[in-house]
């Protein structure tokens, strides 16, 4: 199985910042990582697809990078609204493996 | 609209069974791949198997392969997961989800002697 890593675990920080959270594959997994956000009480949300492809009516704020084994998320201003949990998982090889997440406090 | 809802989750004996239910009544259902990723908070998000349209194509992660199996009903626009030998270990939030844009709201299962 492909291990996905996460950093930070955690991270807080204020309104109008730019955050980027970073996600690395095991092995080589071309341009196939998804990026998802999580809210309490739902099921996670995605955002970004083939590392770098917005999905419709993701703000444009919300921007993915990198290819191979590095790959990270962009929040260019950070909004109240974001505060959750982000989730990279790649979709290069079954079992299509997940982070650990990174949780995002707004201060 | 992409709806997919889940049931059949529920408090199991270890060693026991469940069948699990999705249906998407909205959408050309026999055009898409399905899959099943459940949520613990042991062991975070965790895919376990998917089913092609025509159901020819099924695969499986290690930890269910044998115990579990996808199945789908076109006609009934249902996707199913049959979980036997169950252990603690595979309590959670179990999701159906197509095209990793859309998931339902999930059904819990718990399992315990």
């Known amino acids: 199985d492909i291990q996905m890593t996460q950093s930070p675990a955690s991270l807080s920080a204020s309104v109008g910042d730019r955050v980027t959270l970073t996600c690395r594959a095991g092995q080589n997994i071309d341009f196939y990582l998804n990026w998802y956000q999580q809210v309490p009480g739902n099921p996670p949300k995605l955002l970004i697809y083939?590392?770098?492809s917005v999905q419709d009516g993701v703000p444009s704020r919300f921007t993915g990078s990198g290819s191979g084994t590095h790959f990270t998320l962009t929040i260019a201003s950070l909004q109240p609204e974001d505060s959750a949990t982000y989730y990279c998982?790649?979709?290069?090889?079954?079992?299509?493996?997940f982070g650990p997440g990174t949780k995002l406090e707004i201060k | 609209q992409a709806q997919l809802v889940e049931s059949g989750g529920g408090l199991v004996r270890p060693g026991g069974s469940l069948r699990l239910s999705c249906e998407a009544p909205?959408?050309?259902?026999?055009?898409?791949?399905l899959t099943w990723i459940r949520q613990s908070p042991g062991k975070g998000l965790e895919w376990l198997a998917y089913?092609?349209?025509?159901?020819?194509?099924?695969d499986y992660a290690d930890s269910v392969r044998g115990r579990f199996t996808i199945s789908r009903d076109n006609a009934k626009k249902s996707v199913y997961l049959q979980m036997d030998s169950l252990t603690v270990d595979d309590a959670g939030l179990y999701y159906c989800?197509?095209?990793?844009?859309?998931w339902g709201r999930g059904t819990l299962v718990a399992v315990s002697s």
């Open positions: 998982q790649q979709s290069s090889t079954t079992p299509y493996t």
């Open positions: 989800v197509r095209g990793f844009r859309h």
């Open positions: 909205g959408i050309n259902f026999g055009d898409f791949y």
């Open positions: 089913i092609s349209g025509s159901g020819t194509n099924i």
């Open positions: 083939n590392a770098v």
